[in-house]
């Protein structure tokens, strides 16, 4: 059974989405990295391009997740990148991709929705 607490419902949503991006022979650099902008949550190595991950669980709603990475998300997760770069240099001549990873996570099923270049910003 599903708890639907919301941090648990993410929690699981952010480990699924990691075992699937380690499954498609993504290299997972760190999850849940923190600046004073906010968090990403995770960041990956695939085909020597680093990628930003954001990770939207929902219980009951795939669209929702999907809708639920504002403008205001997105200039936080760039600059919460940028200071990953700035304190990790040896990626930061890679190329840079932002992904979102969308799950519908309840009861009856789960569904993943990787969608990659998912926003374009610059660092």
Excluded: C, W
Aim: charged share 25%; proline share 1%; hydrophobic share 40%.
């Amino acid at each position: 059974m599903i708890n639907n607490n919301k941090k648990d419902i993410g929690s699981k949503g952010e480990k699924l989405a990691a075992e699937f991006l380690a499954s498609h022979n993504y290299e997972i650099i760190a999850t849940n990295f923190f600046s004073p902008y906010g968090e990403i949550d995770i960041i990956a190595l695939k085909d020597e391009i680093l990628v930003f991950i954001e990770v939207k669980t929902r219980s009951s709603n795939l669209d929702s997740a999907l809708n639920s990475i504002s403008i205001s998300k997105r200039k936080k997760i760039s600059r919460t990148a940028s200071i990953f770069l700035a304190r990790n240099q040896g990626y930061e001549d890679m190329f840079t991709r932002f992904d979102v990873i969308a799950i519908l996570l309840n009861k009856d099923h789960t569904f993943l929705k990787h969608i990659k270049e998912a926003f374009i910003t610059t660092l």
